[in-house]
Nanobody, 118 residues
């Protein structure tokens, strides 16, 4: 199987920056194709924030385009999400998801809290 562990969340003021990281490990880690970040705010559904394939194809949610940057290090099985110009509405639990095959549920981390507040 695959284990997924996020880190780097915290409290930041509006307009600030934060970077979250996610490391995947386990038996099938070499097969991972898509790595992505999702978030869930209180009372809302979980939504895709950004994803990146092994070959580097990237997708962003409209709400974060131009402010967030996703990147990955395939050698380290790690994906990063650099978040700039943070807004209070970015407050959520951020979850890392990795997929071996597109369209499958993949593997989820436990989530890391990001709070944007003055």
């Amino acid at each position: 199987q695959v284990q997924v562990v996020e880190s780097g969340g915290g409290l930041v003021q509006p307009g600030g920056s934060l970077r979250v990281s996610c490391v995947a490990s386990g038996r099938f880690v070499v097969d991972i194709n898509i790595m992505g970040w999702h978030r869930q705010a209180p009372g809302k559904q979980r939504e895709l924030v950004a994803s990146i394939t092994r070959s580097g194809r990237i997708t962003y949610a409209n709400s974060v385009e131009g402010r967030f940057t996703i990147s990955r290090d395939n050698a380290k099985n790690t994906v990063y999400l650099q978040m700039n110009s943070l807004k209070p509405e970015d407050t959520a639990v951020y979850y890392c998801n990795v997929q071996r095959f597109p369209g499958t549920s993949g593997y989820w981390g436990q989530g890391t809290q990001v709070t944007v507040s003055s």
